[in-house]
T-cell receptor
Framework: NAGVTQTPKFQVLKTGQSMTLQCAQDMNHEYMYWYRQDPGMGLRLIHYSVGAGITDQGEVPNGYNVSRLKKQNFLLGLESAAPSQTSVYFC??????????????FGPGTRLTVT | GQNIDQPTEMTATEGAIVQINCTYQTSGFNGLFWYQQHAGEAPTFLSYNVLDGLEEKGRFSSFLSRSKGYSYLLLKELQMKDSASYLCAVKGLTGGGNKLTFGTGTQLKVEL
């Protein structure tokens, strides 16, 4: 199993450009998440999904949209990139079911710079 | 809401024992996770506590006191490869999706 994979690994955007970060998992997990990690801020949840077609906002959703058409894929979109969105983005997944706590499995991250 | 506090940095000697503390204030509690993150890499799961007490897993142990809102991660027989950031994360009771709130992490440096 590849686990959680993310593309691209690195990206540089100009202010105002748009792009989509891709995440895929091959563990048949129900729940998927997008985080951003900034120095001194820790991991902050952007959006999450509890199943195909079901998404919800996390702690810092502004400026981002998500799509989960298939169970194994979770896409994060930046409609109009801003320098404040320069960060490392991690995708994660977990088997699901809120009554049981499973650890989250993380992808390798996408390092995004907005100039 | 949830608030999680960890020390920013710690330094320890190879072969020694180090304890990394985490305190939390939450509107509801449903488990605490510890993750390890090496520079430039993804976080990886270390331990999970939902009941009070100590969970031991090889050189790593994690303790939880729910009444005190306190946990610690204990690393024994430190090795150079243990130099990393250690993240404390709490799962709350409100909302679905098994969401976690992460602390800012403790950067551990292991020296010779």
């Amino acid at each position: 199993n590849a686990g959680v994979t993310q593309t691209p690994k690195f990206q540089v955007l100009k202010t105002g450009q748009s792009m989509t970060l891709q995440c895929a998992q091959d563990m048949n997990h129900e729940y998927m998440y997008w985080y951003r990690q900034d120095p001194g801020m820790g991991l902050r949840l952007i959006h999450y999904s509890v199943g195909a077609g079901i998404t919800d906002q996390g702690e810092v959703p502004n400026g981002y949209n998500v799509s989960r058409l298939k169970k194994q894929n979770f896409l994060l979109g930046l409609e109009s990139a801003a320098p404040s969105q320069t960060s490392v983005y991690f995708c994660a997944s977990t088997p699901g079911h809120s009554s049981v706590s499973y650890e989250q499995y993380f992808g390798p991250g996408t390092r995004l710079t907005v100039t | 809401g949830q608030n999680i506090d960890q020390p920013t940095e710690m330094t320890a000697t190879e072969g020694a024992i180090v304890q990394i503390n985490c305190t939390y204030q939450t509107s509801g509690f449903n488990g605490l996770f510890w993750y390890q993150q090496h520079a430039g890499e993804a976080p990886t799961f270390l331990s999970y506590n939902v009941l009070d007490g100590l969970e031991e897993k090889g050189r790593f142990s994690s303790f939880l006191s729910r009444s005190k809102g306190y946990s610690y991660l204990l690393l024994k027989e430190l090795q150079m490869k243990d130099s990393a950031s250690y993240l404390c994360a709490v799962k709350g009771l409100t909302g679905g999706g098994n969401k976690l709130t992460f602390g800012t992490g403790t950067q551990l440096k292991v020296e010779l």
